[in-house]
T-cell receptor
Framework: DAKTTQPNSMESNEEEPVHLPCNHSTISGTDYIHWYRQLPSQGPEYVIHGLTSNVNNRMASLAIAEDRKSSTLILHRATLRDAAVYYCITSTNAGGTSYGKLTFGQGTILTVHP | DTEVTQTPKHLVMGMTNKKSLKCEQHMGHRAMYWYKQKAKKPPELMFVYSYEKLSINESVPSRFSPECPNSSLLNLHLHALQPEDSALYLC???????????FGPGTRLTVT
């Protein structure tokens, strides 16, 4: 799995958009990009994933660079409930066989101010 | 039911004890996972079960013994643990491997 690099921490104000960056310069062509978050005292929670195209769901958007060496998780309007550690993860899908192995990096601690 | 449940929530055990952690899901998922998370660190994968067969063992010491008796249930048997094994143990499940994983709240384990 490609190594990911994220800022240790970021801050945002409530109701403002948040852009959380992730570098994965060694990503291979078949690696997926996943984002999970972990709220305090809870298990991680799936946010979104993608391969090449930008993706949207009810929680967030994922913007993937054209060369796939970086991606950005976008929270359109941050709320206090979005304060969490956000993990960017790449996973291997090799030779037609998919693997359920997620290797979590250090993640970004997001603080949301009222 | 979109929940992964884990019992117990907290467990304190001595180094000579034998205990088990339990994880259950009723979402029809066929992949289940054990992770270990030390304080202020990211989760680390321990084991993956796919269709009740062990798919991945991340070189975990034999004092941790996983078991998947059926598609809804995942156990982690603990024996002769060390104090450094104290951590939050997280269980997760997914429809199949590579699908999004749903995590339980974890079992906080303290080894004395």
């Amino acid at each position: 799995d490609a190594k990911t690099t994220q800022p240790n921490s970021m801050e945002s104000n409530e109701e403002e958009p948040v852009h959380l960056p992730c570098n994965h310069s060694t990503i291979s062509g078949t690696d997926y990009i996943h984002w999970y978050r972990q709220l305090p005292s809870q298990g991680p929670e799936y946010v979104i994933h993608g391969l090449t195209s930008n993706v949207n769901n009810r929680m967030a958007s994922l913007a993937i660079a054209e060369d796939r060496k970086s991606s950005t998780l976008i929270l359109h309007r941050a709320t206090l409930r979005d304060a969490a550690v956000y993990y960017c993860i790449t996973s291997t899908n090799a030779g037609g066989t998919s693997y359920g192995k997620l290797t979590f990096g250090q993640g970004t601690i997001l603080t949301v101010h009222p | 039911d979109t929940e992964v449940t884990q019992t117990p929530k907290h467990l304190v055990m001595g180094m000579t004890n034998k205990k088990s952690l339990k994880c259950e899901q009723h979402m029809g998922h066929r992949a289940m996972y054990w992770y270990k998370q030390k304080a202020k660190k990211p989760p680390e994968l321990m084991f993956v079960y796919s269709y009740e067969k062990l798919s991945i063992n991340e070189s975990v010491p034999s004092r941790f013994s996983p078991e998947c008796p059926n598609s809804s249930l995942l156990n982690l048997h603990l024996h002769a643990l060390q104090p450094e094994d104290s951590a939050l143990y997280l269980c997760a499940s997914s429809l199949q491997e590579t699908y999004e994983q749903y995590f339980g709240p974890g079992t906080r384990l303290t080894v004395t």
